[in-house]
């Protein structure tokens, strides 16, 4: 089932007819085939995030509890570690990770700061305790930062690879002026040693994504994760930056960090997710 898949995507990227393909794996059961077949004939550039249903459920269902709930619990651990007084949360998004984390710790910080470039930080700012929220990006919060504002720790739970990697390392070495740690969550992706590695690990990621929404499985798959997976495949220009966990820590080396901790958190279809805490 996923080796037709995997050949369909292929066929994808390279903008050839891949409805045979997809034809074979769905009618082998693929849910993800049908959905891109659907996705395919309908001939539209649907952005990810254009069904809002399907993201919500994707969001709150599926492998993505468990995820955060995880995430949660580890950052609260860690807030009581490194006794945290003034936290910066850098692309909050809706507060998933942040707020189960400070309502579980034992040792909140007295300031939470946060940044969230979209509107999600509308809903979420009422929710927040003491502290400030900028809906900004991080490279345009970092450029308005006065010299002397500084936190015990800045996080980021699966916000950064969001960001391309020149501008990425350029904010991180910037970010370390103003803070004592840092901690991101992200996923351990695998590095692939050829194109028939990627085609057949997509398949088999995103197939495995799609079955764990049970009955909401087709909305998903059709309403979110075939319109990502068709925009990652097709793009020009890529907008997201996953790595695996080692070039992370690299990546952070390469800024000035000192990696101090690499802990596993959560495992994901999509991939492991670990935290790294890094002394700036």
Same mark, same amino acid.
């Given at each position: ?6 050949? $369909?995507?292929? &066929? ?15 009618? @082998? %059961?693929?849910?993800?085939? #049908?959905? &891109? ?22 969001? +709150? ?8 709930? $995880? ?13 945290? !007084?003034? *936290?910066?949360?850098? %692309? ?28 999600? =930080?509308?809903? &979420? +700012? ?11 990006? &991080? ?5 308005? /930062? ?24 350029? $904010? /991180?070495?910037?970010? +370390? ?8 969550? @992200? ?9 028939? @590695? !990627?085609?057949?690990? =997509?398949? !088999?990621?995103? @197939? *495995? ?16 994760? #075939?319109?990502? =997976? =068709? ?23 390469? #800024?000035?960090? !000192?990696?101090? #901790? ?19």
């Amino acid at each position: 089932m996923t080796d037709a898949l995997a050949q $369909a995507l292929r &066929l994808l990227a390279d903008h050839g007819d891949a409805r045979p393909w997809l034809a074979k794996a769905r009618d @082998e %059961g693929s849910l993800m085939a #049908a959905a &891109l077949l659907d996705a395919v004939a309908g001939e539209d550039e649907r952005n990810a995030y254009d069904a809002p249903r399907a993201f919500e459920v994707f969001i +709150r269902a599926g492998g993505n509890p468990p995820l955060y709930t $995880a995430v949660s619990a580890a950052l609260a651990r860690l807030y009581e570690q490194l006794g945290v !007084r003034c *936290l910066l949360d850098i %692309g909050v998004g809706d507060g998933m990770a942040l707020l189960p984390a400070l309502g579980q710790t034992r040792r909140a910080p007295n300031t939470v700061d946060v940044i969230e470039p979209s509107g999600l =930080l509308d809903a &979420l +700012r009422p929710r927040l305790p003491a502290g400030k929220a900028w809906q900004l990006t &991080l490279q345009a919060f970092l450029a308005q /930062l006065a010299p002397e504002r500084r936190w015990d720790l800045a996080q980021a739970t699966f916000a950064l690879q969001s960001i391309a990697p020149g501008e990425r390392l350029a $904010a /991180l070495k910037r970010l +370390r002026r103003h803070v004592t740690r840092l901690a991101i969550v @992200e996923f351990d992706v695998p590095a692939f040693k050829s194109a028939d @590695e !990627r085609f057949a690990s =997509l398949a !088999r990621r995103y @197939e *495995l994504a799609a079955r764990g929404y049970d009955d909401e499985a087709a909305l998903v798959a059709g309403g979110f994760l #075939a319109p990502m =997976l =068709l925009g990652q495949l097709r793009a020009t220009t890529p907008s997201n930056y996953e790595q695996p966990i080692a070039a992370w820590q690299d990546e952070l080396v390469r #800024a000035g960090y !000192r990696v101090a #901790a690499t802990t596993h958190v959560h495992d994901y279809s999509w991939a492991p997710a670990w935290l790294i805490v890094a002394k700036a």
